[in-house]
């Protein structure tokens, strides 16, 4: 559909919009302690239907990160779709992901290259929740082959002031 007027979901993907410090922790392992990382996040409008986020930082560990997403509403899937890339990967992550009834919490599906690194695929999910109009977390969680869910990384995202 071309010039769609935008919908609840559109906008609620608007709050995102601005610049955004990010303070993370990341498990690689259940042995190991986790890993912090921080990063600048800038998120921009493209048009009203739209939002791409473009953070650049250091990675866990180490070694400079820069990460790309985007994120859009389907009104036709009735679905949040989206991508991400980093350039410590390979991967290119595809989202698509639902509110839920609250209107505070999107949880992004997807599928990536297991932690095992044998070659097979996981399933993953992002989690952002909007805390506040100046506070959002995001989580991540990868399924094992038993179907539990495995939390390994937090992200506070707060706004620039």
Not at 15 to 24: F, I, K, Q
Not at 28 to 52: A, H, N, Y
Not at 140 to 158: E, L, P
């Amino acid at each position: 559909m071309m010039n769609p007027d935008p919908t609840k979901e559109h906008l609620w993907l608007q709050r995102m919009v601005g610049d955004w410090d990010m303070e993370g922790e990341c498990v690689m392992g259940p042995d190991q302690p986790p890993m912090k990382s921080k990063s600048f996040e800038q998120v921009k409008p493209i048009g009203s239907l739209w939002v791409i986020g473009e953070g650049e930082g250091e990675m866990p560990g180490g070694g400079a990160a820069l990460t790309r997403i985007t994120l859009g509403y389907d009104p036709q899937k009735g679905r949040f779709v989206g991508t991400f890339i980093g350039s410590m990967m390979t991967h290119l992550w595809l989202y698509e992901g639902t509110l839920d009834a609250a209107g505070k919490v999107l949880t992004l599906d997807c599928e990536g290259p297991s932690f095992a690194g044998d070659g097979t695929m996981a399933k993953y999910q992002d989690i952002i929740e909007m805390k506040s109009d100046d506070h959002r977390v995001m989580t991540s969680r990868v399924q094992g082959a038993d179907g539990k869910w495995t939390h390994f990384m937090t992200a506070n995202y707060r706004r620039k002031k």
